[in-house]
T-cell receptor, first 112, second 115 residues
Framework: GQQVMQIPQYQHVQEGEDFTTYCNSSTTLSNIQWYKQRPGGHPVFLIQLVKSGEVKKQKRLTFQFGEAKKNSSLHITATQTTDVGTYFCAGWSGGSNYKLTFGKGTLLTVNP | DAGITQSPRHKVTETGTPVTLRCHQTENHRYMYWYRQDPGHGLRLIHYSYGVKDTDKGEVSDGYSVSRSKTEDFLLTLESATSSQTSVYFC??????????????FGDGTRLSIL
């Protein structure tokens, strides 16, 4: 079945450093979604990418969807302590079956 | 946050006992999902529902059953709990459109410990 790999599994940064997490799918995706889960919390939707090569920005966060629609990345510029949490990508392969396949997530910790 | 309530929030039980977790939504969303979250495994889909009495298996469905008799409620049952089912369980809801998948909104989770 479809697999979504996400790296790195963990990333520790100093506040102000940049951070990137990468997501790769074994199959072509119709769209990809990104979620953030704060420690002890539940996943919260951040953004959805649909088009090949799409780039979207949310303040210090930049999301990219690869040209082949099999990979994606999330880049955070100048991390802050509020960025701490686990970031998940989740891919949908299309069709009438609305199931997401989640990556295992990247846990980001930020040293103030 | 979306109107999703999971109950109970915490539960400790013994191996071999039946356990039912409830997810209740007030958003009238068509799709409902049950995930489990374990360290190193991320979120794994157990079962999902695409309407009243319409359910299907996810990637880790063995040992679990579900029911959806009303739009707003989705129940997850462990018929005979095992220690390997100790986990945090999340319910999610979604209302997909015609051509595009819509975001999923998650409940606060149920922490289940099986001794």
């Amino acid at each position: 079945g479809q697999q979504v790999m996400q790296i790195p599994q963990y990333q520790h940064v100093q506040e102000g450093e940049d951070f990137t997490t990468y997501c790769n799918s074994s199959t072509t995706l119709s769209n990809i979604q990104w979620y953030k889960q704060r420690p002890g919390g539940h996943p919260v939707f951040l953004i959805q990418l649909v088009k090949s090569g799409e780039v979207k920005k949310q303040k210090r966060l930049t999301f990219q969807f690869g040209e082949a629609k099999k990979n994606s990345s999330l880049h955070i510029t100048a991390t802050q302590t509020t960025d701490v949490g686990t970031y998940f990508c989740a891919g949908w392969s299309g069709g009438s079956n609305y199931k997401l396949t989640f990556g295992k997530g990247t846990l980001l910790t930020v040293n103030p | 946050d979306a109107g999703i309530t999971q109950s109970p929030r915490h539960k400790v039980t013994e191996t071999g006992t039946p356990v039912t977790l409830r997810c209740h939504q007030t958003e009238n969303h068509r799709y409902m999902y049950w995930y489990r979250q374990d360290p190193g495994h991320g979120l794994r889909l157990i079962h999902y529902s695409y309407g009243v009495k319409d359910t299907d298996k996810g990637e880790v469905s063995d040992g679990y059953s579900v029911s959806r008799s009303k739009t707003e409620d989705f129940l997850l049952t462990l018929e005979s709990a095992t220690s390997s089912q100790t986990s945090v369980y999340f319910c999610a809801i979604s209302d997909p459109g015609q051509q595009i998948n819509q975001p999923q909104h998650f409940g606060d989770g149920t922490r289940l410990s099986i001794l």
